[in-house]
């Protein structure tokens, strides 16, 4: 009795969110899965692995570009401003603006409570003096923020072009809701990609090492060990697209030959060649950055790029 129940039971780590994705995703016309579901804890390792990578120019771009203009974003800051920062900040990035900017406080929003407290803890060791007070919440709606915040001005923080993951509508509501979560005289430090030659954004997405490819085919490991399912990972493979009038990188996990798979006991059937779609990487020019900021309610105020314009940190104004 006891053992039927327990083999009744989803495996461990099983989210019934992920579950639901999964199934509604493989059953579109084209299959997709949200992009947010390839972090597991080893995609998230193998994300830190692909930001060192030669070929992936983002991240050790938008740091130097840290490095040498968060002293030009406190200058137009001024002291004491809360910074809340979208995302828990364990990266090299959060150490350099604060450094610079003399906050009053330091906000992390984060959805997963103990990446969360994990990084907060780091940084409050590394900046005795500054208060630092994580918020564990879904920052794609409003976000009370700890009220002893007081009435400190807000410099919001979004680096990493997280913000390429949505479409342009997703984003402006997005923009709009941080917006809403800083209040007024908010500023904010965003970090986009630009658009650039298409050969060097492919190689960024289909590194030579395969981390990428290691990276977007866990995802199917991750269905089979938590979801209950049998695919085959052998029988696909990593495919990069750059998709020219949307202005983005696709990732996409390509069936090498026709096949048939069940996922906790539904079945699903794919042809060779046919794709799951995994993620969006949108890509901005001057232009369309700005309009994006503007159709978010913020204006720009400064935009930095490195000396090839590969990556841009913007700073707006709600
Ligand atoms: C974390 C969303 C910014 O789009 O460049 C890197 C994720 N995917 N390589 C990006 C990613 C494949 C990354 N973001």
Same mark, same amino acid.
Not at 38 to 59: A, K, N, Q, V, W
Not at 124 to 146: G, I, K, M, Y
Not at 253 to 263: G, H, W, Y
Not at 274 to 300: D, F, P, V
């Given at each position: 009795?006891?053992? +039927? ?14 579950? %639901? ?16 579901? @390839? ?8 994300? $830190? $692995? ?19 203009? %968060? *002293? ?25 603006? @604060?450094?610079?900017? !003399? ?6 929003? !984060?959805?997963? *409570? ?36 007081? +009435?400190?001005? &807000? ?23 941080? %917006?809403?979560?800083?209040?007024? *005289?908010?500023?904010?430090?965003? #970090? ?17 090492? #395969? ?7 866990? @995802? ?7 979801? #209950? ?18 202005? &983005?990188? $696709?990732?996409?996990?390509? %069936? ?7 996922? *906790? ?13 995994? +993620? ?36 707006? +104004?709600?």
């Amino acid at each position: 009795m006891l053992l +039927e129940t327990d083999r009744s039971l989803p495996p461990s780590g099983f989210d019934p969110a992920f579950r %639901a994705d999964v199934l509604a995703g493989l059953s579109a016309a084209q299959k997709a899965v949200p992009a947010r579901w @390839l972090y597991d804890r080893r995609g998230s390792e193998l994300f $830190e $692995e692909i930001t060192r990578l030669p070929e992936y120019y983002p991240t050790r771009t938008e740091t130097a570009l840290l490095g040498e203009h %968060a *002293g030009a974003v406190a200058g137009i800051a001024g002291q004491g401003r809360a910074v809340v920062e979208f995302g828990s900040g364990s990266s090299a990035k959060t150490p350099l603006l @604060l450094a610079a900017m !003399d906050p009053a406080c330091y906000v992390p929003i !984060d959805i997963s *409570g103990e990446y969360l407290l994990h990084s907060a803890r780091a940084l409050a060791s590394r900046f005795p003096a500054l208060p630092v007070w994580p918020v564990e919440a879904d920052f794609t709606r409003p976000v009370a923020l700890p009220a002893r915040i007081g +009435e400190a001005p &807000r410099l919001g923080f979004f680096p990493g072009s997280t913000i390429g993951n949505l479409s342009a509508r997703s984003a402006v509501d997005l923009l709009r809701t941080i %917006a809403a979560t800083l209040g007024h *005289g908010a500023l904010l430090l965003i #970090g986009m990609d630009r658009v650039k030659d298409r050969e060097e954004l492919l190689r960024a997405y289909d590194d030579a090492q #395969g981390v990428t490819a290691a990276f977007n085919l866990n @995802l199917l490991t991750r269905i089979n060990r938590e979801l #209950g399912a049998d695919i085959d990972v052998a029988a696909f493979r990593h495919r990069v697209v750059w998709n020219d009038p949307e202005a &983005r990188i $696709e990732m996409h996990l390509e %069936a090498r030959r026709d096949m048939r798979f069940t996922i *906790g006991g539904r079945s699903f059937a794919m042809r060779a060649g046919e794709t799951i779609h995994t +993620e969006n990487s949108h890509k901005y020019s001057a232009r369309s950055a700005r309009l994006l900021l503007a159709t978010g309610g913020w204006s720009m105020l400064r935009e930095w790029t490195d000396p090839a314009g590969r990556f841009a940190l913007l700073l707006a +104004e709600a």
